[in-house]
């Protein structure tokens, strides 16, 4: 049987061990920001762990075809995984980071609107050059009927491939995964801009309003690689392309939960003590 014919597996599950491993580094990262932080730093670490979650969850529900998906062989947008989670989660950073004066809920909302309203379009545009420029309905190869719509998929699927194009429930999957790789980016940004803005002034033995651009530089910088490591992991545990989250490949998202969790610990913890220590 073919690569293509063969029926799609779900991958390893999640090891016990590892995850122990994982949830023992978390702790002991936790209590030593307990014992040299402030409380203001040790919140904003549990932010900055919190945010790395989300980024990586929401990765799992982006659609990527890769290069099958320019040639219309599987469906998915034509491109790597950490490009376009990248991609909706900084739209949704940048747009977090403008209302980031109006507090903390609504930053991270608009964020996960910006995410998310930047895979719908992009989503959009990808469908519709599937359609009209490439001549090709969108199909899975991954279930029968689109879990959402209940569209019977088999017949609009070509053979010799694993579906093409974005169907609905990809769409919707690409959606989501923008609103939570959005929401992510934007609460590490506003956690950190609240530790260097409390502890640059002091450093630098300046006004408030004096560091206030350095602070909001740092916290994007440290925002922004946070997120990409983050995005690189899900790449890493994703393993290749994926429709969404009716794909087998969906259900491998609690070892890249623990993986982002512990990883965004261990950066978390150096953007903090650079400045609060």
């Known amino acids: 049987m073919s690569a293509i014919g063969?029926?799609?597996?779900?991958?390893a599950g999640l090891d016990t061990t590892s995850a122990?491993?994982?949830?023992?580094?978390?702790?002991?990262?936790l209590g030593a920001m307990y014992m040299l932080g402030s409380s203001v730093a040790l919140m904003a670490l549990i932010g900055v762990i919190i945010g790395g979650i989300l980024i990586g969850f929401g990765v799992h529900f982006v659609p990527v075809g890769g290069a099958p998906a320019a040639m219309g062989q599987a469906p998915g947008i034509a491109t790597g995984v950490a490009m376009l989670a990248a991609g909706a989660g900084l739209a949704g950073l940048f747009g977090g980071a403008w209302a980031a004066e109006q507090g903390l809920a609504v930053a991270v909302i608009t964020g996960g609107i910006g995410g998310g309203l930047m895979m719908a379009i992009t989503c959009f545009m990808v469908n519709f050059i599937y359609v009209f420029g490439m001549g090709i309905p969108a199909a899975s190869g991954k279930v029968l009927k689109d879990p959402i719509t209940g569209d019977s998929q088999p017949e609009f699927k070509s053979q010799?491939?694993?579906?093409?194009?974005l169907p609905f429930i990809s769409y919707v999957g690409g959606v989501i995964g923008g609103i939570f790789g959005g929401a992510g980016g934007t609460?590490?940004?506003?956690?950190?801009?609240d530790v260097y803005k409390e502890s640059l002034p002091e450093m630098f033995g300046a006004q408030a309003a004096q560091v206030l651009p350095i602070a909001i530089t740092l916290a994007g910088l440290f925002a922004i690689g946070i997120f990409l490591v983050n995005a690189v992991l899900a790449a890493y545990n994703i393993t290749g392309t994926i429709e969404g989250p009716h794909d087998p490949k969906f259900k491998r998202f609690p070892r890249d939960i623990i993986a982002s969790a512990v990883a965004s610990a261990v950066c978390g913890i150096v953007?903090?003590?650079?400045?609060a220590m």
Do not use: D, F, N, Q
Not at 160 to 165: F, K, Q, R, Y
């Open 6 to 11: 063969a029926k799609p597996a779900g991958g």
């Open 20 to 29: 122990l491993v994982g949830i023992i580094i978390l702790i002991v990262i």
């Open 160 to 165: 010799g491939t694993e579906g093409h194009g």
């Open 187 to 193: 609460l590490i940004y506003i956690m950190l801009l």
């Open 271 to 275: 953007a903090i003590l650079l400045v």
